[in-house]
T-cell receptor, first 109, second 114 residues
C-alpha cells in the first residue's frame, strides 16, 4: 500500500543553523507533496507544498526539493529560530494525503 | 483561524459508548477529510467526502462511520468505543475533489475514552 517514510524522527539544532527533513514515498503516481507544521496541541498548518511537475520551491527561509525518480522529497529550513520548534509532517498524495510519522524539531537559542 | 470548525473541543466518555464529532468546512469547500492522531503519533487518514459522497477511504475501523450532509457539514460517528480510540480527531476541508490544493485543518476534537 501507499507509504511515506520520514527521517529523522527528532532533530535538534542551534539557532541559526539549517535543518533538513527527508521523506520517501512508495506510490510513483503521487503528485502533490505538502509539508505541515504542528505545534503542541494545535492543528497542522501547511507551510509549503510542491507539485510533481516542479523540482524545487522556496518561500523565504523554507524550501522543498523533489526528486521524482528517487521518490524522495526534502524540507530545508535555513537560519532556524526558536519559533520553528514544532513537529513537521510530510505527506504525499494522489487522492488522499498519506502522512509521514513526523519530525520533532527543537531549535535551541 | 482556518475557517474549519469542529465541535466539541473535548469529549470524555466510557468504553462501549458512542459519540459523534462534527465538522463544518470552510465556506465553499466541498471536500471534507477526517484524520485520527493518537498521542505522539502521525496523522492517519480515515475518510474523505466530496459534496455528500464518499470519495476515499483510509484506515477507518468498521465501528466508525461518517457522512456529509447537504449543507456540507460532516459528522464522524464512533461506536463501541475502546481505550485505544482515545486520540485527537481532525477534520480538514479543501475546495476541490482531489488533493491538489491545500487542506485546511480544523482545531480538532480531543476524545478521551476511560
Amino acid at each position: 500500500g501507499e507509504n511515506v517514510e520520514q527521517h529523522p524522527s527528532t532533530l535538534s539544532v542551534q539557532e541559526g543553523d539549517s535543518a533538513v527533513i527527508k521523506c520517501t514515498y512508495s506510490d510513483s503516481a503521487s503528485n502533490y507533496f505538502p509539508w505541515y507544521k504542528q505545534e503542541l496541541g494545535k492543528r497542522p498548518q501547511l507551510i509549503i507544498d510542491i507539485r510533481s511537475n516542479v523540482g524545487e520551491k522556496k518561500d523565504q527561509r523554507i524550501a522543498v526539493t523533489l526528486n521524482k525518480t528517487a521518490k524522495h522529497f526534502s524540507l530545508h529550513i535555513t537560519e532556524t529560530q526558536p519559533e520553528d520548534s514544532a513537529v513537521y509532517f510530510c505527506a504525499a498524495s494522489i487522492y488522499k494525503l498519506i502522512f509521514g510519522a513526523g519530525t520533532r524539531l527543537a531549535v535551541h537559542p | 483561524d482556518s475557517g474549519v470548525t469542529q465541535t466539541p473541543k473535548h469529549l470524555i466518555t466510557a468504553t462501549g459508548q458512542r459519540v459523534t464529532l462534527r465538522c463544518s468546512p470552510r465556506s465553499g469547500d466541498l471536500s471534507v477529510y477526517w484524520y485520527q492522531q493518537s498521542l505522539d503519533q502521525g496523522l492517519q487518514f480515515l475518510i474523505q467526502y466530496y459534496n455528500g459522497e464518499e470519495r476515499a477511504k483510509g484506515n477507518i475501523l468498521e465501528r466508525f462511520s461518517a457522512q456529509q450532509f447537504p449543507d456540507l457539514h460532516s459528522e464522524l460517528n464512533l461506536s463501541s468505543l475502546e481505550l485505544g480510540d482515545s486520540a485527537l480527531y481532525f477534520c480538514a476541508s479543501s475546495g476541490t475533489r482531489g488533493v491538489y490544493n491545500e487542506q485546511f485543518f480544523g482545531p480538532g476534537t480531543r476524545l478521551t475514552v476511560l
